[in-house]
């Protein structure tokens, strides 16, 4: 499941080893990776692990792809959603 937000930190103990990398429509950065938090919030609503921690996604351990379509201030123009 791709998530089109900000990007996904892949690091994050709730959705390690669920998120593959992803692609970046912002010009300032080549990586997927979440500098605003938002896709990361994200991402976890849809996929966070059942690991004891308290917090559970809507479908546990689905594997994400992370379209960084926001920048890190969370804003984007039309053309990079369409990107993502």
Excluded: F, W
């Excluded at 998120?19 to 950065?29: A, E, L, N």
Aim: with cysteine; aromatic share 4%.
């Amino acid at each position: 499941m791709a998530i089109i937000d900000s990007g996904i930190d892949r690091n994050h103990p709730d959705l390690k080893d669920t998120t593959s990398h992803g692609t970046s429509c912002q010009s300032y950065t080549p990586e997927s990776l979440d500098d605003a938090g938002h896709g990361t919030h994200v991402a976890g609503t849809v996929a966070a692990k059942d690991d004891g921690s308290g917090v559970v996604g809507v479908a546990p351990g689905t594997p994400l792809y992370a379209a960084k379509v926001l920048n890190k201030d969370g804003s984007g123009y039309r053309s990079d959603v369409i990107c993502g």
